[in-house]
């Protein structure tokens, strides 16, 4: 397709369990952002690849949560032993270039991941 | 890493009427300034963007400007719609503010 695209949609965790969601950025996008949206709230920065490098992490809440891109493409956003305050939409953004400072363009953003921890 | 401030959190307005949100933000070295409306329920999609070499750019009814001395950013509605109502969200470097939701009451 022609957007960014992730799955699942919806996922429903109980406390304790491991999610994994899945981001397929739009074909030959350099920059991958992973953020957490919480009800009511502006995007959280969580992390940030630029093809396969992960060069900023510091969004990341706590050591439960790990993120990969393996071959610069699909990305993978892994919770660990999910808590409540886990909830949130997950949002998966791609950009054609990679970020610095001065190359910064429009950011695209899939349709996140809603997950709930009961 | 970047602070965004956005103000306001909310806004409410007549149809017809004007809307102005303002970002303030941190690091001087980046050029890049965008807005998104995210609608309920959708993806924040890309409105307006400004790049560092210009004061204002329009776009039929949107408009952004920019002052990089003051370090801030502000989007500008005019002609209010009802379907502008939406949460607002400016951008810089890999932050974003903390959005305003803008209604447009007929």
């Known amino acids: 397709g022609a957007g960014v695209s992730q799955s699942p949609r919806y996922k429903v965790a109980k406390r304790g369990q491991d999610v994994a969601l899945r981001c397929d950025p739009i074909?030959?996008?350099?920059?991958l952002f992973w953020y957490q949206q919480a009800l009511g709230q502006g995007p959280e920065f969580l992390t940030y690849f630029q093809n396969e490098a992960q060069l900023d992490k510091s969004g990341l809440p706590s050591d439960r949560f790990f993120a990969e891109r393996p071959e610069g493409s699909v990305s993978t956003l892994k919770i660990q032993r999910t808590q409540q305050e886990d909830s949130a939409v997950y949002l998966c953004?791609?950009?054609?270039?990679?970020?610095?400072?001065?190359?910064?363009?429009?950011?695209?953003f899939g349709q996140g991941t809603r997950l709930t921890v009961v | 890493g970047e602070n965004v401030e956005q103000h306001p959190s909310t806004l409410s307005v007549q149809e017809g009427d004007s809307a102005v949100i303002k970002c303030t933000y941190s690091?001087?070295?980046?050029?890049?300034f965008p807005w998104y409306k995210q609608e309920l329920g959708k993806r924040p999609q890309l409105i307006i963007d400004i790049r560092s070499n210009v004061g204002e750019k329009k776009d039929q009814r949107i408009a952004v400007t920019l002052n990089k001395t003051a370090k801030h950013f502000s989007l500008h509605i005019t002609e209010t719609q009802p379907e502008d109502s939406a949460v607002y969200f400016c951008a810089h470097r890999e932050r974003f503010g903390a959005g305003t939701r803008l209604t447009v009451k007929p």
């Open positions: 074909s030959g996008h350099v920059s």
């Open positions: 953004a791609s950009s054609l270039v990679g970020w610095d400072r001065t190359k910064n363009t429009e950011a695209f």
């Open positions: 690091d001087s070295a980046s050029n890049y």
